[in-house]
């Protein structure tokens, strides 16, 4: 399905656990190695998260691993994995400049 944005929001809710201290948040590209793109605190009345990843490349498969984490850094439960999924996106309209002549009453498009 293509989509207009070349990134991609991440809703996921609360850890149930009570020590929780934040949620580490990691994306996988074609299968490749886990890679850190944000670190959420936890907020002790709040059960929704969201962050919005960096842009991702077209025609590329990822998965988003979601880790909870106590004060030491240690992971509280088996993660949240969201994925795999193809990122497939309307291209980007190309850039060209118009130009008009007057005298000869042409058009040139231009890169």
Avoid: H
Wanted: proline share 5%; net charge negative; with cysteine.
């Amino acid at each position: 399905m293509a989509v207009d944005s070349p990134y991609k929001t991440l809703w996921f809710l609360r850890s149930l656990s009570d020590d929780v201290l934040s949620y580490l948040i990691e994306q996988q590209q074609d299968g490749g190695v886990w890679t850190e793109i944000a670190t959420t605190y936890a907020v002790s009345d709040q059960w929704a998260y969201q962050t919005i990843t960096d842009t991702l490349d077209d025609l590329s498969i990822y998965s988003f691993r979601i880790t909870s984490l106590d004060v030491y850094g240690n992971a509280c439960a088996v993660p949240l994995v969201i994925g795999p999924e193809k990122v497939v996106r309307t291209p980007n309209a190309p850039l060209f400049d118009v130009t008009f002549n007057t005298p000869a009453t042409t058009v040139t498009f231009s890169d």
